[in-house]
C-alpha cells in the first residue's frame, strides 16, 4: 500500500480511543506520553463527547433516597453499569442537581447561597466553580451569568418578557439543556410546564443572552405539556387529557410529533405532574422516572408500563459519558523504592 494513503498514527489512535468507554480511557492513559497526551487533548476531548452523543452512549445516573452515593446503569437494561459509586464531598451531600451539560452535573451547596460544585460523575472528578462553564441565575427583573473562566458575575437587564412577579424565595427551577442552549417555561413562576400563555425562554450561549421562543401550534387551551430533553434536543410531552400522551421533539426544521403512549394509568395532567421523561431507547422504549421517585419503561408494542428499578430513587438523570476535568486527573503520587 502506498505510504501516502496512510493514516498518520495519532489519527489512527484518536479514531480508536474515540470508540473506547471512559473505563479503558482512565487506565491506557498511564500506558505511554503518547497516549496520555492523545487522550488529554483538548480537541479529542470535545470529539469523545460529540461521539458519545452521536452513539448515544449514555448512562443512567442515581441516588437513592436517603443516600448521598451515586450510580450508574444501562437505561437500555436497567442493569449495573459500574459497581463504583461516586461520593461528592461532604457539604454536597443530600444536594440537587441544579442542571446538566455535557455529562457534568452543577450540584448547589443547600446552606451557601454562591457555593456550586461542577462535578463529572464518570470520572468521579469534581471542581468548585473552575472551568469554562457558566451559571445563569433568573430573577424578577433581571438575571445574572457567572463566568468560571472570568470567575465574575455578570448582571444583565432582562428583556420586557422577564420583568413579571414570578419569583419565589429560594425556588431553583432546572433549566432543560440541549447544545443550543438552556430552556426555561414561564408561567406564575419558571418551571417546565407548557401551555398555550406560556413563554418558553433559553439562554443563548452563543449571545450569553436570554431570548424567547413561540408556543408550539400544537398545544391547544386545554393541553398542557412539560419540557425535556429526548435524542439530544428539546422536547415536550403532554396532551388535553385522558389517557393518551404525545411526545414532541424540536428539529432544526421546526417541532416534529415522534409518538404517542396510549391507556395511561391516570389522567394526562396528573401523569405529566408526576413523571419525568429520562431517555428513548433505539427501540422506541422510554425511562420514566415518577411518582414516588419509581423507575419504569414504556414499551411502546405491548402499551404496557413495566417498573424497571425495584429501589425508591431520589434523583434519576441521564449523563453522557464525557472527559471533561480528565487532565486533571493525571498529577498521581508514585510510591518510590
Same mark, same amino acid.
Given at each position: 500500500?502506498?505510504?501516502?494513503?496512510?493514516? &498518520?498514527? @495519532?489519527?489512527?489512535?484518536?479514531?480508536?480511543?474515540?470508540?473506547? &468507554?471512559?473505563?479503558?480511557?482512565?487506565?491506557?492513559? /498511564?500506558?505511554?506520553?503518547?497516549? $496520555?497526551?492523545?487522550?488529554?487533548?483538548?480537541?479529542?476531548?470535545?470529539?469523545?463527547?460529540?461521539?458519545?452523543?452521536?452513539?448515544?452512549?449514555?448512562?443512567?445516573?442515581?441516588?437513592?433516597?436517603?443516600?448521598? @452515593?451515586?450510580?450508574?446503569?444501562?437505561? #437500555?437494561? +436497567?442493569?449495573?453499569?459500574?459497581?463504583?459509586?461516586?461520593?461528592?464531598?461532604?457539604?454536597?451531600?443530600?444536594?440537587?442537581?441544579?442542571?446538566?451539560?455535557?455529562? !457534568?452535573?452543577?450540584?448547589?451547596?443547600?446552606?451557601?447561597?454562591?457555593?456550586?460544585?461542577?462535578?463529572?460523575? /464518570?470520572?468521579?472528578?469534581?471542581?468548585?466553580?473552575?472551568? &469554562?462553564?457558566? +451559571?445563569?441565575?433568573?430573577? $424578577?427583573?433581571?438575571?445574572?451569568?457567572?463566568?468560571?473562566?472570568?470567575?465574575?458575575?455578570?448582571?444583565?437587564?432582562?428583556?420586557?418578557?422577564?420583568?413579571? &412577579?414570578?419569583?419565589?424565595?429560594?425556588?431553583?427551577?432546572?433549566?432543560?439543556?440541549?447544545?443550543?442552549?438552556?430552556?426555561? /417555561?414561564?408561567?406564575?413562576?419558571?418551571?417546565?410546564?407548557?401551555?398555550?400563555?406560556?413563554? +418558553?425562554?433559553?439562554?443563548?450561549?452563543?449571545? @450569553? #443572552?436570554?431570548?424567547?421562543?413561540?408556543?408550539?401550534?400544537?398545544?391547544?387551551?386545554?393541553?398542557?405539556?412539560?419540557?425535556?430533553?429526548?435524542?439530544?434536543?428539546?422536547? !415536550?410531552?403532554?396532551?388535553?387529557?385522558? @389517557?393518551?400522551?404525545?411526545?414532541?421533539?424540536?428539529?432544526?426544521?421546526?417541532?416534529?410529533? !415522534?409518538?404517542?403512549?396510549?391507556?395511561?394509568?391516570?389522567?394526562?395532567?396528573?401523569?405529566?405532574?408526576?413523571? #419525568?421523561?429520562?431517555?428513548?431507547?433505539?427501540?422506541?422504549?422510554?425511562?420514566?422516572?415518577?411518582?414516588?421517585?419509581?423507575?419504569?419503561?414504556?414499551?411502546? $408494542?405491548?402499551?404496557?408500563?413495566?417498573?424497571?428499578? #425495584?429501589?425508591?430513587?431520589?434523583?434519576?438523570?441521564?449523563? /453522557?459519558?464525557?472527559?471533561?476535568?480528565?487532565?486533571?486527573?493525571?498529577?498521581?503520587?508514585?510510591?518510590?523504592?
Amino acid at each position: 500500500m502506498p505510504h501516502d494513503i496512510l493514516l &498518520p498514527c @495519532d489519527d489512527i489512535m484518536f479514531s480508536i480511543f474515540a470508540r473506547l &468507554p471512559i473505563k479503558s480511557l482512565l487506565r491506557f492513559q /498511564s500506558v505511554s506520553k503518547l497516549w $496520555k497526551a492523545t487522550i488529554c487533548d483538548r480537541n479529542f476531548i470535545k470529539n469523545y463527547r460529540d461521539y458519545s452523543k452521536a452513539v448515544g452512549r449514555q448512562k443512567l445516573l442515581l441516588r437513592q433516597e436517603y443516600s448521598c @452515593d451515586f450510580v450508574f446503569r444501562l437505561p #437500555e437494561l +436497567i442493569t449495573m453499569d459500574d459497581p463504583n459509586q461516586f461520593l461528592p464531598p461532604k457539604r454536597f451531600h443530600y444536594s440537587k442537581i441544579s442542571c446538566s451539560c455535557d455529562g !457534568l452535573f452543577l450540584l448547589k451547596n443547600r446552606k451557601a447561597y454562591k457555593t456550586y460544585l461542577l462535578c463529572n460523575p /464518570s470520572t468521579r472528578e469534581y471542581r468548585i466553580l473552575e472551568c &469554562p462553564y457558566m +451559571i445563569i441565575l433568573i430573577f $424578577k427583573s433581571f438575571y445574572v451569568v457567572y463566568s468560571l473562566s472570568k470567575h465574575s458575575w455578570t448582571r444583565k437587564t432582562s428583556p420586557p418578557h422577564l420583568v413579571q &412577579p414570578y419569583c419565589i424565595d429560594r425556588y431553583c427551577a432546572k433549566g432543560i439543556s440541549t447544545q443550543d442552549g438552556i430552556f426555561w /417555561s414561564m408561567n406564575n413562576i419558571i418551571d417546565q410546564r407548557v401551555v398555550t400563555t406560556s413563554t +418558553i425562554i433559553y439562554f443563548d450561549v452563543t449571545s @450569553d #443572552e436570554v431570548k424567547k421562543i413561540s408556543v408550539p401550534n400544537f398545544i391547544g387551551e386545554e393541553d398542557m405539556f412539560y419540557l425535556t430533553t429526548l435524542k439530544g434536543c428539546l422536547s !415536550l410531552y403532554g396532551g388535553i387529557g385522558g @389517557d393518551q400522551l404525545q411526545v414532541w421533539i424540536m428539529e432544526q426544521d421546526g417541532w416534529k410529533w !415522534l409518538l404517542n403512549i396510549c391507556n395511561l394509568p391516570i389522567h394526562c395532567h396528573v401523569f405529566v405532574q408526576l413523571t #419525568e421523561l429520562l431517555h428513548l431507547t433505539k427501540n422506541g422504549e422510554l425511562l420514566i422516572r415518577g411518582c414516588m421517585s419509581l423507575v419504569s419503561m414504556h414499551y411502546p $408494542k405491548q402499551q404496557q408500563f413495566v417498573r424497571v428499578l #425495584e429501589d425508591c430513587f431520589s434523583l434519576a438523570s441521564i449523563c /453522557s459519558d464525557t472527559l471533561y476535568f480528565f487532565k486533571h486527573t493525571l498529577k498521581r503520587k508514585r510510591n518510590h523504592p
